[in-house]
């Protein structure tokens, strides 16, 4: 059974810096990962989603990173501000779940003015 | 932009009532999901149906049955609202090309029984 794992739980850093969320899953046969937001109370926002065949994907100062053989993934974000404050979770569809999507438990991001 | 539309933002019902939370999604999507999200349990799957009239059991689909008429539209149903059942609704939808594609959400249901 294919499980996600996000680290860290929460993450709190000053305005302006470069920051790392990692995922990571245990079955490598997935199709696709999916990195999502979510704002308090709200529902989610995908950010990236990166094909099998493919090593990393850009939006703007988001970068989204797959090791498909080691089942990893990191997305970085760049120069952070405090709108960028949430929720991040990952999410897999493995080759035999159908098209479920696996979560992780995501990491809560706080970025201080 | 695509959407998938969720007619409530906030419900309130009484302890035996049946609740219908509705969703939409304008994407011609096959795929269509709906999941509830607790605190310390993460999003769980619920049903899904990857066609009309078409529906599969998630992994809590105890108390709750959905109905997809149309396409576009896919319908969760608790039968007898119960306290157990206060959460987040999440409802998502995909195509069927599940290799290149990924999941669009909408923007919660969150539903409170008392």
């Known amino acids: 059974k294919q499980e996600v794992t996000q680290i860290p739980a929460a993450l709190s850093v000053p305005e302006g810096e470069n920051l790392v969320l990692n995922c990571s899953f245990t079955d490598s046969a997935i199709y696709n990962l999916q990195w999502f937001r979510q704002d308090p109370g709200k529902g989610l926002t995908s950010l990236l989603l990166i094909q099998s065949s493919q090593r990393e994907q850009t939006s703007g100062r988001l970068n989204a990173s797959l090791d498909k053989s080691s089942g990893r993934s990191t997305l970085y974000i760049a120069a952070s501000q405090p709108g960028d404050s949430a929720t991040y979770l990952c999410?897999?569809?493995?080759?035999?779940?159908?098209?479920?999507?696996?979560f992780g438990e995501g990491t809560q991001l706080t970025v201080n003015p | 932009d695509v959407k998938v539309t969720q007619s409530s933002r906030y419900l309130v019902k009484r302890t035996g009532e049946k609740v219908f939370l509705e969703c939409v999604q304008d994407?011609?999507?096959?795929?269509m999901f709906w999941y509830r999200q607790d605190p310390g349990l993460g999003l769980r799957l619920i049903y899904f149906?990857?066609?009309?009239?078409?529906?599969e059991k998630g992994d809590i689909p105890e108390g709750y049955s959905v109905s997809r008429e149309k396409k576009e539209r896919f319908s969760l149903i608790l039968e007898s609202a119960s306290t157990n059942q206060t959460s987040m609704y999440l409802c998502?939808?995909?195509?069927?090309?599940?290799?290149?594609?990924?999941?669009?959400f909408g923007s919660g249901t969150r539903l409170t029984v008392v």
């Open positions: 998502a939808s995909s195509l069927i090309d599940r290799k290149n594609y990924g999941y669009t």
């Open positions: 999410a897999v569809i493995g080759e035999t779940s159908g098209s479920r999507l696996t």
């Open positions: 149906s990857y066609d009309v009239k078409m529906k």
């Open positions: 994407m011609d999507h096959e795929n």
